[in-house]
């Protein structure tokens, strides 16, 4: 991983970590396993959210995207499913960006957690719902994201 996407990789867990899990309590996974939930405190958890990092490219306006795998099991309706999307949906738009109505997520630099800049969310796309064999069911965001390389 370069310099580059450590930051900005780390930059987004803490946004997701900070928003999704602290103030939404929504478990989060970051590793591209389906498998198997997450379980707390031995309770299999029936809702939750995988991050996996994608393809990168960098140059004076770098770009990564990133999938948002969002998980239910115990959801017969998919009742769950959209809300957990909803959910989710709310923390990378933004209604107050007229233009856009993307979020601007916080860009750091790890080593201190100085502020230098904001990574844009500049496309969102979305699977329909997919219901595994097992009947959980996953939605999948797919988030493209530029960021200034020279801060």
């Known amino acids: 991983m370069t310099p580059q996407n450590r930051i900005m990789e780390t930059s987004i867990k803490k946004y997701l970590i900070d928003n999704l899990h602290t103030v939404e309590s929504i478990e989060l996974v970051f590793d591209t396993s389906l498998a198997d939930p997450p379980t707390v405190n031995n309770q299999t958890v029936t809702e ?6 994608g393809n990168s490219e960098y140059g004076d306006l770098s770009y990564l995207n990133f999938d948002l795998y969002c998980c239910t099991r115990k959801d017969p309706e998919g009742h769950k499913l959209l809300l957990l999307r909803d959910t ?10 007229e233009v856009s109505n993307m979020r601007i997520i916080p860009f750091y ?5 100085t502020l230098i ?16 064999v097992d009947g959980s069911q996953y939605k999948i965001i797919t988030c493209g994201c530029h960021f ?4």
Do not use: R
Not at 88 to 97: A, E, S
Not at 109 to 113: A, G, I, L, N, P
Not at 148 to 151: E, M, P, Y
């Open 88 to 97: 989710v949906m709310n923390y990378l738009t933004n209604p107050d960006v």
């Open 117 to 132: 800049g904001g990574i844009a969310i500049s496309s969102i796309q979305e699977t329909g719902k997919i219901v595994a």
């Open 109 to 113: 630099e790890v080593d201190t957690w």
């Open 148 to 151: 200034s390389s020279k801060v």
């Open 48 to 53: 939750w959210v995988t991050i996996a990092f």
